[in-house]
């Protein structure tokens, strides 16, 4: 990937926006199908991480072994696709409390059926849709930055950002807090 061509970075952001509207599909796949198109999803999310991390380590290898050769617009494109992987990590990360609601679920079915059972499925079931609708706005709004930052690779620098504000947006994000751990009574059947 050539990350000081805007072409390249377009494409990035349809592959970005691509994953986005799949991930937010996951959650309209009818029961049977849900488990599959969420392994689907979770294996695209990941490759696409490994795929912006292969870009990104490799163009710092490239960097310390050729540093006369680092234009402004690599180093750009660099950002770009870097800041790119946080939210994609992010996205993933959500895929993967999906599956533990998936799971959820699917113990609750194990329970009689009665008032606190079906309030509880309800509760897990909508807790899955926004969790992939979180999932999926993480993605658009990748695909949006993305898009603009190709847009503007190539553009004369008003100022380089500090050191601080690097540093500060590199940390800015973090993970979702764990959910708690379910715990209660053996199902009966």
Do not use: C, K
């Amino acid at each position: 990937m050539d990350l000081d061509n805007p072409a390249q970075l377009r494409i990035l952001a349809t592959r970005l926006r691509d994953r986005a509207r799949a991930v937010a599909a996951v959650a309209s796949a009818p029961a049977g199908y849900l488990q599959n198109r969420m392994g689907d999803e979770t294996s695209n999310l990941a490759d696409l991480l490994a795929d912006l991390t292969y870009a990104v380590t490799w163009q710092l290898d490239e960097a310390a072994r050729r540093p006369r050769q680092q234009t402004r617009e690599l180093r750009r494109g660099t950002a770009a696709v870097a800041r790119a992987a946080i939210p994609v990590g992010l996205a993933l990360a959500g895929l993967g409390q999906a599956v533990a609601q998936l799971a959820a679920l699917h113990a609750l079915d194990a329970y009689e059926p009665s008032d606190e059972q079906q309030a509880a499925v309800h509760h897990t079931h909508h807790g899955l849709e926004q969790t992939l609708r979180d999932a999926s706005a993480q993605l658009a709004a990748a695909a949006e930055r993305m898009s603009h930052d190709a847009d503007h690779v190539d553009d004369r620098p008003r100022r380089p950002p500090t050191p601080s504000e690097i540093a500060a947006h590199a940390t800015a994000s973090a993970l979702p807090p764990a959910p708690p751990t379910p715990s209660g009574p053996n199902p009966t059947r």
